[in-house]
């Protein structure tokens, strides 16, 4: 399954690091940057996360908020969250629920080794939860400023 640029987001609701559920009703009202990632506490998650972590401030002044996605668990994320510093929420997917739905979930080639898995990748919804932008299959560097300049550009309508 995959999302599609205009359309309206699919529906979620996980368990947050910071307590409780959140879903995509939750997320109206302004707009929102999902990025999903392999795992916690690896090498290019890492420096994704610390990135969007850097860039919060930014992010939130363009009237956006940040999501981290994985499959890893609670406990997982709570490490993860601390060992760095993290100031944003991460929901956990153990089951691939949303990840499959918003299009994270592929095959992938690593060492010339074919296996399934979360593919990086990053969206942002407008606040009435339409996806205004996909940027699959993400590389790390630079990834953040393009996702703060596709705000910018959404910013000045």
């Given at each position: ?93 153990p089951e691939g629920t949303m990840i499959e739905a918003y299009g994270a979930w592929g ?46 550009e959404l910013a000045a309508g």
């Amino acid at each position: 399954m995959s999302i599609a640029l205009g359309k309206k987001a699919p529906a979620f609701e996980l368990p947050s690091s910071e307590g409780g559920t959140i879903s995509l009703r939750d997320l109206a009202g302004r707009y929102a940057v999902i990025f999903f990632y392999p795992k916690d506490n690896t090498p290019g998650c890492t420096l994704e996360a610390q990135g969007f972590r850097d860039a919060k401030e930014r992010i939130e002044a363009l009237g956006a908020r940040v999501l981290g996605v994985s499959k890893d668990s609670l406990a997982s994320h709570a490490k993860f969250r601390e060992k760095h510093g993290l100031n944003f929420p991460l929901l956990s997917d153990p089951e691939g629920t949303m990840i499959e739905a918003y299009g994270a979930w592929g095959e992938k080639v690593l060492y010339g080794k074919r296996s399934m898995g979360i593919i990086r990748s990053t969206v942002i919804l407008d606040p009435k939860g339409k996806v205004v932008a996909h940027f699959p299959k993400v590389k790390v560097k630079g990834h953040v400023d393009e996702v703060i300049a596709r705000l910018e550009e959404l910013a000045a309508g």
